[in-house]
Each structure stands twice: as structure tokens, then as C-alpha cells.
């Protein structure tokens, strides 16, 4: 059982950055790929960026592609999204998700922090 808790979302302008934090409990994430996803009000989830169990692989919606970033601290259990350049289209909700390395799906989900950019 893994327990995944999303941190440092806020209110931040047009342009500016911001990071977010995903820290695992229960178990280490080693051995799993990790996620992050959006959602805005009334739109679908939608898939922004994921990081394989080593690392060494990263993966990026066309739409964040250049100015987020992930990555991941094994020893911390702890996955992070910094994000550059802001715009109010990125205003959602974001979730952490983990899946042991080589599932279909991602098992584990967060309960999603808020991130507003204000123009």
C-alpha cells in the first residue's frame, strides 16, 4: 500500500514558477514509475508528465513540454514537478500517481493540490 500526498500549490502569476512536491508513505517508490496529472473544472483528467522508476526516462505533454519539469528523489520518496513560464491555461488541480515499473495503470493516486496562475 503506498500513501501519496501533494504539496506546494497555490496562487501565482503569469510567468512565474512554481514547484510541486508528491512524498510517498507506507512503502519506498524504488521500484515505481511515477505521474503527474491535471484536471480543470468540467474538463477530463489529463496526463502532464511521468518519470520511470530509475529516472532515467521522462515523459512530457506536448502542452508543458519546455517548461515543466520532473523528477525524483528515490531516497526522499519523494517525486516533484517544477513548472516555469505559468500560464493561466495550467489552472487546475494536480495529482500524483505511482504504478510499480512495467503495470498498465497507475494504482496509487493523491488527493490533488490546487494551482491557480492569475494573468
Known amino acids: 500500500q503506498v500513501q501519496l500526498v501533494e504539496s506546494g500549490g497555490g496562487l501565482v502569476q503569469a510567468g512565474g514558477s512554481l514547484t510541486l512536491s508528491c512524498t510517498a508513505s507506507?512503502?519506498?517508490?524504488?521500484?515505481?514509475?511515477m505521474g503527474w496529472f491535471r484536471q480543470a473544472p468540467g474538463k477530463d483528467r489529463e496526463f502532464v508528465a511521468a518519470i520511470n522508476w530509475s529516472g532515467g526516462s521522462t515523459y512530457y505533454a506536448d502542452s508543458v513540454k519546455g517548461r515543466f519539469t520532473i523528477s525524483r528523489d528515490n531516497a526522499k520518496n519523494t517525486v516533484y514537478l517544477q513548472m516555469n513560464g505559468l500560464k493561466p491555461e495550467d489552472t487546475a488541480v494536480y495529482y500524483c500517481?505511482?504504478?510499480?515499473?512495467?503495470?498498465?495503470?497507475?494504482?496509487?493516486w493523491g488527493q490533488g493540490t490546487q494551482v491557480t496562475v492569475s494573468s
Open positions: 507506507g512503502r519506498t517508490i524504488r521500484n515505481f514509475d
Open positions: 500517481a505511482a504504478k510499480v515499473a512495467g503495470a498498465y495503470d497507475y494504482g496509487y
